[in-house]
Nanobody
Framework: QLQASGGGLVQPGGSLRLSCTAS????????IGWFRQAPGKERTGVSC????????HYADSVKGRFTISRDNAKNTVYLQMNSLKPEDTAVYYC???????????????????WGQGTLVTVSS
């Protein structure tokens, strides 16, 4: 299972850190992706981190603002979100894939296990 947490209400320009904690398996062996879905829109890839050190990917819309990282000792992947914008408002999901992120990391169908989502609202 995956448990996403850390969402909330934040003003534009603010920061949040999302956490994705795994139970029942060792997430360090998996690629973990973050996705988001705004009301009435498709689910889109935000970021992905492979088990291999340094293999990370970001959507163009979040590059330079979001940072993905993992703490294997805590079986947790983090998404640090800075300089948040109203268009970042969405439900954020984490998901796991037994392989690497790869060139198709943003394709949600390749991920096997999903967390329940956490709502991020960026508004003044």
């Amino acid at each position: 299972q995956l448990q996403a947490s850390g969402g909330g209400l934040v003003q534009p320009g603010g920061s949040l850190r999302l956490s994705c904690t795994a139970s029942g398996f060792t997430s360090g062996y998996y690629a973990i992706g973050w996705f988001r879905q705004a009301p009435g829109k498709e689910r889109t890839g935000v970021s992905c981190i492979s088990s291999r050190v340094g293999d990370t990917h970001y959507a163009d819309s979040v590059k330079g603002r979001f940072t993905i990282s993992r703490d294997n000792a805590k079986n947790t992947v983090y998404l640090q979100m800075n300089s948040l914008k109203p268009e970042d408002t969405a439900v954020y999901y984490c998901a796991s894939d037994p392989g690497r992120c790869g060139s198709t990391w943003y394709v949600w169908r390749k991920y096997v296990y999903w967390g329940q989502g956490t709502l991020v609202t960026v508004s003044s």
